[in-house]
């Protein structure tokens, strides 16, 4: 069974800084793709970026440039550090994983489609203020 624990969550002011990291465990296959999703309150959950097993990375456009998302296979840790951050990233972030995944040449849009991912975190809130 698969298990996903997000943390680094927390309040920054516009402009700030934060890093998210995603904790996996159980087994994870050679070939996977592991994501960040954000949902508002009364919003649809949308994808925020996504890398796969061999370090492609897809982003979406109202990150592009501020956000970085990484991982440490050794540690079967994701992590997204967001920088130049605005009071529309405020959210609840989650981690998902699709295993059997490769991004290949796979969009941005079509990679981080909510209905792609298997497993999902609980969330870790991310409030920035103005």
């Known amino acids: 069974q698969v298990r996903l624990v997000e943390s680094g969550g927390g309040s920054v002011q516009a402009g700030g800084s934060l890093r998210l990291s995603c904790e996996a465990s159980g087994y994870i296959r050679s070939s996977y793709c592991m994501a960040w999703f954000r949902q508002a309150p009364g919003k649809e959950r949308e994808g925020v970026a996504v890398i796969d097993s061999d370090g492609s990375t897809r982003y979406a456009d109202s990150v592009k440039g501020r956000f970085t998302i990484s991982q440490d296979n050794a540690k079967k840790t994701m992590y997204l550090t967001m920088n130049s951050m605005k009071p529309e990233d405020t959210a609840m972030y989650y981690c998902?994983?699709?295993?059997?995944?490769?991004?290949?040449?796979?969009?941005?849009?079509?990679?981080?489609?909510?209905?792609?991912?298997?497993?999902w975190g609980q969330g870790t809130q991310v409030t920035v203020s103005s």
């Open positions: 998902a994983l699709d295993q059997m995944c490769k991004l290949g040449w796979m969009t941005a849009s079509a990679a981080l489609g909510v209905h792609i991912f298997a497993y």
